[in-house]
């Protein structure tokens, strides 16, 4: 029996009221990494669009996409999709089945037992690098949250002992390169749900179409007419 990311955030929910949202966290994350890479993403000067992620409840779909596309050209809408996702190996390398093992680092954040707040830490094998990598993280935790501390300094050692073993946590995981029950369920869940779409604008046809892939099945897209306005709603 699989368990949907909505169920798993209802049943972390019941649990832990203070508990991230994978499905909030794994978007957020995602959207944010293709804002960051905008430049890199850009096909030509005239070529602005980038991928956006989006998670569906009611497909039970995370999706990655883009719009819209114009094609003025009369040529094989297939063909079109593939060259562009081709500029874009980090992406169109998810569709090779031989590269399907590979992380995606758009995806982290679905994993959120290796999230510190709002980002991923990093971690080598350099004992002392690592405890200071811990230290800083500390130190801006007291400065992000200096309102919060009391003339309590044993309550104050709490909050700090509570962030410490928090961080200590994900440092162990880390290093050791285990992978917990919940990055396992995630990691199934992701390899079932995961889509990409590319909307195009046929100025030829005056029609719209979205093509399709699934990790891991080629880079050969499944054609549809779709509008992005049909897509929205979802």
């Given amino acids: 029996m699989e368990i949907s990311f909505e169920e798993l955030d209802f049943i972390r929910s019941i649990s ?7 499905i909030s ?3 957020s994350f995602c959207n944010d990494y293709f804002s960051k890479k905008t430049s890199s993403l ?14 569906s409840k009611k497909r039970n779909r995370f999706y990655i ?9 009369p040529k094989s809408l297939k063909n079109f999709c593939s060259e562009i996702l081709n500029n874009w190996p980090n992406i169109s390398d998810h569709m090779d089945p031989k590269l399907n093992y590979q992380n995606k680092e758009y995806l982290d954040g679905f994993y959120i037992e290796n999230f510190y707040y709002d980002k991923v830490l990093s971690f080598s094998k350099d004992y002392q690098n690592n405890q200071r990598t811990i230290k ?16 309590n300094n044993q309550l104050n ?8 073993l928090k961080i200590n946590k994900i440092y162990k995981k880390m290093i050791t390169g285990k992978s917990s029950d919940l990055d396992t369920v995630i990691s199934q869940q992701l390899k079932e749900i995961v889509r990409y779409k590319i909307f195009v604008n046929d100025l030829n046809k005056y029609q719209s179409y ?22 929205e709603n979802i």
């Fill in 16 to 22: 832990d009221k203070d508990s991230k949202s994978i």
């Fill in 25 to 27: 966290n794994g978007t």
């Fill in 42 to 55: 850009k096909k030509n000067k005239e070529f602005k669009n980038i991928f956006l992620c989006k998670f």
């Fill in 65 to 73: 996409y883009m719009l819209s596309v114009q094609m003025t050209e």
């Fill in 136 to 151: 800083n993280e500390i130190d801006n935790f007291i400065i992000k949250n200096r309102n919060n501390f009391t003339k």
């Fill in 157 to 164: 050692n709490e909050i700090l002992k509570k962030e410490y």
């Fill in 210 to 231: 979205s093509c399709n892939w699934k990790p891991g099945k080629g880079k050969i897209p499944y054609v549809k007419r779709e509008k992005f306005s049909e897509f």
